[in-house]
């Protein structure tokens, strides 16, 4: 029994001793592994030889092959390696000639790049001088990680994407393709306010199938240079699966709306409590819409001073301007029927906010969880797609999922502070485009003047803020619509309905302050 307590007591002398020593750091080695962002960044517009000395005692990286010979749709005899590293996702390209085709999508590597030289090739950052002999294949079949970023963002900072794999949710494809035109070659993937090139070689296994007019599209972001030397943004889909959520080209002879085919009734902008995923919009049809056969798009916009580009200036995109401050859902399935009343909004689908009533059994055509998620096509996440305060914003229905900006609402309405700055620039003619509704006009009634933006001319109509703030409030839009002249008898005005967490559907969707059709 003595010798057990001995050698316990022993035991934690030892334990006590170690825990008291001073650790040597400079006695550590350091790491054989540089993270592919920290390689990129010594790139600083010169050729640079890689040493262990500018690498801080490294001499490898590590990553996942997201390249894949197989398709056809990739630089010829190019690896691209891609790598995470403290949260950053980040690439490079590495050209092995011949070799390349022993490398496929989902390929674990570790390379030794001492001595290896980067540099760019026709404004693509490169990893040369690498053979096989570099080379250790430690799998294969890994999963691959996607990256869900809109157009802008890729311009804003095209290296921070450059040789990873991107998807661009619900872009339009430019020109608009017809029947019969195909993938192969360069098309623009529309997505706001901003585009860039969806690149398909002529040997890719999906080259000849059908172009669709929109789709979310996945792919390995390449910075060239095109004729003029200026930087050519490009995505390259590996596969046709890489293509999804695709509508086809729009028939010349199809059915379209007319006018007014759907009417604004209302929207809860500031729920009680926290907003996020939280707002929604009120809708009226005036005629039978299957929307999988006539899809629309519903936008939003917000233009307080923080989320207007160039010191708050009018967005030269107008309603396709995206970032912080468009945001777009689009409608491409279900049934509305003349006279019923639909919803799109935040994915909670309470009638106000937190612990509210849930209204997911109204007939919801579409809902985002916006806070975490970008819009479909432009638009980027956010706790709030509707300000609840300050300068004006808006909410637009459009004809079609393909928004620019000069796409002409169906419908459309303003609320919120009069100031002008950040939502018309009458300079450069460029804003927000209005609909002829009961309140909007392009054309002045009076003096046959053009006025093709709100705040432009006679288009002064804005719906104030509801306060106070936080209460809890849903604006009812009501007036008389004629639904065979497609016009208003009665011109829509607005109360402001204080709503409790018990409130119930009919409240917002009956009454004598709601629109109503003939």
Known sequence: MKRKIFYIVLCFSALFMSACQKHDFAAGELSPIIAV???RDLYKGNDVTLTTDNMLGATEIVGIVISNPDSGNVPKDMVILQNIRRQLTRGIAIPLGAAAANYTSGDSLVVTVNGAILKKVNGTLQLTGITEANIQKISSGNSVTVQSVSSYSIKSNPDAYENTLVQVKTATVSPAPVDGDTYAGDKYLVNGADSVIMHTEETANYATEQLPASATVTGI???????SGNASLQIWPRYSTDITDKTAPIDPNGPKLGVGPIIITGYANDTKGADGNYEYFQFMATKTIDFSKTPVAVVTCTNAGSAAPDAGDAPSGGWAEGGGRTYKFNITEGIVHKGDIFYVGGSNK????????????????????????????????????????????GIAVFDGINVTETSVPVDAVFYGGTSTKTIYNETDNKGYRIPDNDHYHPIDPATSAAQPFVYQGTNTYVIPHSTPADAGIFVKLGGKFDSATKKWITPRSYVHYTLSLSSEL?????????TVIQ
């Not at 009919?506 to 709601?514: Q, R």
Request: no cysteine; proline share 5%; hydrophobic share 25%.
């Open 37 to 39: 962002s920290d390689l």
């Open 506 to 514: 009919s409240e917002i969707e009956t009454g004598a302050d709601v």
């Open 221 to 227: 972001l390449f910075v060239g240079q095109d004729e």
């Open 350 to 393: 309470r009638i106000d906010g937190p612990n509210s009533t849930d209204i997911s059994s109204a007939n919801w055509v579409r809902s985002i969880p916006y806070t975490t998620t970008d819009g479909d096509g432009f638009g980027s996440k956010s706790s709030g797609l509707l300000p609840n305060s300050g300068n004006a914003g």
